[in-house]
């Protein structure tokens, strides 16, 4: 019943922009806060950008700050990240991840809190 689907991804070159969308299936936003983690080679997962729409809360890791932006559009029941001046270093496998009752206010999102995962979607930014 629960789903989380991804999609969006592909392959951008430094400087250009890709829009990320994260439907979610069998749970409204009402209820669970939508994060976007990233995965890169060899590299640990990351929380990258989270939005609540039960409390307008938002995270963005540093290092996406000024160029990412998360949104929500609840009719539709999905999640968008705008990301914008891709950088190589963005390079990662993407998921969507629901916490339900998450708030942002104060702490960011954190891996083990998330109740579900969606399978990902592949970004690719060359230099």
């Known amino acids: 019943e629960v789903q989380l689907v991804e999609s969006g991804g592909g392959l951008v070159q430094a400087g250009g922009s890709l829009r990320l969308s994260c439907a979610a299936y069998g749970f409204t936003l009402n209820d669970y806060a939508i994060v976007w983690f990233r995965q890169a080679p060899g590299k640990q997962r990351e929380g990258v950008s989270g939005?609540?729409?039960?409390?307008?809360?938002?995270y963005y890791e540093d290092s996406v700050k000024g160029r990412f932006t998360i949104s929500s559009d609840n009719a539709k029941n999905t999640v968008y990240l705008q990301m914008n001046n891709l950088k190589p270093e963005d390079t990662a496998v993407y998921y969507c991840?629901?916490?339900?009752?998450?708030?942002?206010?104060?702490?960011?999102?954190?891996?083990?809190?998330?109740?579900?995962w969606g399978e990902g979607t592949r970004v690719t930014v060359s230099s």
């Open positions: 939005i609540s729409s039960r409390d307008g809360s938002t």
């Open positions: 991840a629901a916490e339900y009752g998450g708030s942002y206010y104060l702490y960011p999102p954190n891996y083990y809190n998330m109740n579900y």
